[in-house]
T-cell receptor, first 111, second 117 residues
């Protein structure tokens, strides 16, 4: 099915470990996004990529890096995980005209 | 900066009744979109309804409709004939249109909707 695919769905990390969350879309969208969702906080934008080759910080970028590998793929990296990064992470893409599609989320726990 | 405020952390309604979820927003943009997304326990974000700010007519999608008051920056969601499957978190969001929406959605904190059978 067409849409946004993110992996893994669940992950447990130890403090200080690193990992990369992968995201791919097959809708030929230019823009892609990474959000985190914490209880009572809604979704907050971490980083976004308006087009291939560009990335920009969102509301909560500290502790994260991103790579827009090509038009389809946008990865999120945690270099040294901290318990404060325990959250549910969502990748999304947009057609630039208000049409957004979300992945199914990654539940990350940092112990 | 854009902000979206949902003042009702939780709402409860009897099955088959009507419920209205409130949302206010603050944006300096002249062109923007407004959205309501639904998030059931499966975590999947599902678009419920979308409103282009330049359109005066309120958007409707079957049992879902909005009351868009541009001057008051208010965007409430009305769910008619509530069904058990409507139980979920509901998020109000906006995004800029001028930039093609490229800088992403701004989310409210959500309203947890409970449907009483």
């Amino acid at each position: 099915n067409a849409g946004v695919t993110q992996t893994p769905k669940f992950q447990v990390l130890k403090t200080g470990q690193s990992m990369t969350l992968q995201c791919a879309q097959d809708m030929n969208h230019n823009s892609m996004y990474w959000y985190r969702q914490d209880p009572g906080m809604g979704l907050r934008l971490i980083y976004y990529s308006a087009s291939e080759g560009t990335t920009d910080k969102g509301e909560v970028p500290n502790g994260y890096n991103v790579s827009r590998l090509n038009k389809r793929e946008f990865s999120l990296r945690l270099e040294s995980a901290a318990p404060s990064q325990t959250s549910v992470y969502f990748c999304a893409s947009s057609d630039g005209w208000g049409g957004y599609t979300f992945g199914s989320g990654t539940r990350l726990t940092v112990v | 900066a854009q902000t979206v405020t949902q003042s009702q952390p939780e709402m409860s309604v009897q099955e088959a009744e009507t419920v209205t979820l409130s949302c206010t927003y603050d944006t300096s943009e002249s062109d923007y979109y407004l959205f309501w997304y639904k998030q059931p326990p499966s975590r999947q974000m599902i678009l419920v309804i979308r409103q282009e700010a330049y359109k005066q007519q309120n958007a409707t999608e079957n049992r879902f409709s909005v009351n868009f008051q541009k001057a008051a920056k208010s965007f409430s969601l009305k769910i008619s004939d509530s069904q058990l499957g409507d139980a979920a978190m509901y998020f109000c969001d906006d995004c800029r249109l001028s930039g093609g929406g490229a800088d992403g959605l701004t989310f409210g904190k959500g309203t947890h909707l409970i449907i009483q059978p």
